[in-house]
């Protein structure tokens, strides 16, 4: 079945402490993307990759990495979570940039 | 102006009605439009996906675009309590990224 896992589904951490959400893909696509949504501002867009070794920032990049080494995976960095990225966040993948997304079930984060 | 408006909701219709919902934008050299549904705890499903303007039927459902007006319409016949979720419309320009906008809320009541 054509997918986009993401693990964990729900995560609480404290402020400081370094995570990875694991993003994979099954269906050979080249573009990836991260998002986080948030009530009253929907989703946003926070990395992105056209293909393996390349990514870009998105509209809100501050406190996060992402990192590109296989096609099929594109882990989510934070390096010193704050509560201020408690949030929603999704993964999703396409054919390339502009094509329909496919999106993971999302990452439930609470940083305290 | 922000480049795609949504109205947030929540619409609440009874089961068997039609639902229109809208999107209006900015950005003139939109060509692709999309239509997400997103269920509680689930990421967005694509449900429509438009190039350029005119109609798209599947279904139940009809997608509208009018580039002229920049406006798009979702359009849900025989409406089911299956469909309540939110609805996200999605639009870019070619060699562009995607911009959604910020997703209606639809509850239909049995």
């Known amino acids: 079945e054509a997918q986009v896992t993401q693990n964990p589904r729900y995560l609480i951490t404290v402020t400081g402490k370094k995570l990875t959400v694991t993003c994979s893909q099954n269906?050979?696509?080249?573009?990836m993307s991260w998002y986080r949504q948030d009530p009253g501002l929907g989703l946003r867009q926070i990395y992105y990759?056209?293909?393996?070794?390349?990514?870009d920032k998105g509209d809100v990049p501050e406190g996060y990495k992402v990192s590109r080494k296989e096609k099929r995976n594109f882990p989510l960095i934070l390096e010193s979570p704050s509560p201020n990225q408690t949030s929603l966040y999704f993964c999703?993948?396409?054919?390339?940039?502009?094509?329909?997304?496919?999106f993971g079930n999302g990452t439930r984060l609470t940083v305290t | 102006q922000k480049e795609v408006e949504q109205d947030p909701g929540p619409l609440s219709v009874p089961e068997g009605a039609i639902v229109s919902l809208n999107c209006t934008y900015s950005n003139s050299a939109f060509q692709y439009f999309m239509w997400y549904r997103q269920y509680s705890r689930k990421g967005p499903e694509l449900l429509m996906y438009?190039?350029?303007?005119g109609n798209k039927e599947d279904g139940r459902f009809t997608a509208q675009v009018d580039k002229s007006s920049k406006y798009i319409s979702l359009f849900i016949r025989d409406s089911q309590p299956s469909d309540s979720a939110t609805y996200l419309c999605?639009?870019?320009?070619?060699?562009?990224?995607?911009?959604f906008g910020k997703g209606t809320r639809l509850h239909i009541l049995p």
């Open positions: 999605a639009m870019s320009a070619p060699g562009d990224k995607i911009i």
């Open positions: 999703a993948s396409s054919l390339q940039e502009n094509s329909p997304l496919h």
């Open positions: 269906m050979n696509h080249e573009y």
């Open positions: 438009t190039y350029s303007s």
């Open positions: 990759s056209m293909n393996v070794e390349v990514t």
